[in-house]
Every structure is written in structure tokens, then in C-alpha cells.
């Protein structure tokens, strides 16, 4: 994973590998102004909002098309280190949440 600075705001990019082999790499604008723009990734399309919760926080909110709906809050939590946590709301209402904790390599 990847962020950087741009011009809006901030470029998010993911990176991954398949079980096969298959690599893929993924990124997104977070402009950080509330609005909802269009959005399409591998397991969602529809809208992304991004806003910064405080100097250390930053909140993305997802609005799929079918009715899932997905909150990432991914925050500092000291230098070298970032906790981001997911939670997940399926269209029949059933709630996941996960906690990622990641170093700087």
C-alpha cells in the first residue's frame, strides 16, 4: 500500500498478488471534501465520500450499487504505523468489522 500526495488531496494505492500469481494494483483520489463521486473497484461500484476526521484520521465511506455499504477509517496511530478499520454493512444488514494494523517496510 501506497499513499501519496495530490493535488485534491491524496492518492490511496493498494498493491496485491492472487493466490495464482496474478498481480493487480488498485488506487483512488481521497479529496477529502464530503462529496460523493463515482466509484469502481473489484468489489464495489457506486459512490466514495472522503473527509478527514482530525489531523490523524481520515474516514471513506463507500455506497455500493446492490445496498452494501462500507466505512474505512484509517488512522496514524504513531509514526511507522497505521491502523485501518473496515466495517462492513451487507444489503440484508448484516454487520462486519476488522482492524488492520500495518508497519512501515
Known amino acids: 500500500m501506497r499513499i501519496e500526495d495530490h493535488p485534491g488531496g491524496e492518492v490511496l494505492t493498494v498493491d496485491t498478488v492472487a493466490e495464482d500469481g496474478r498481480a493487480a494494483t488498485f ?26 476526521l482530525d489531523p490523524r484520521a481520515v474516514e471513506i465511506l463507500r455506497e455500493c450499487d446492490g445496498g452494501r455499504h462500507i466505512r474505512l477509517v484509517r488512522r496514524d496511530a504513531q509514526p511507522g504505523m497505521l491502523i485501518f478499520e473496515v466495517t462492513e454493512l451487507d444489503p440484508r444488514g448484516r454487520r462486519s468489522e476488522q482492524r488492520l494494523f500495518m508497519g512501515k517496510q
Open 27 to 52: 488506487s483512488t483520489i481521497l479529496f477529502f471534501d464530503g462529496k460523493a463521486r463515482e466509484f469502481h473497484d473489484f468489489s464495489c461500484s457506486g459512490t466514495q465520500k472522503s473527509t478527514r
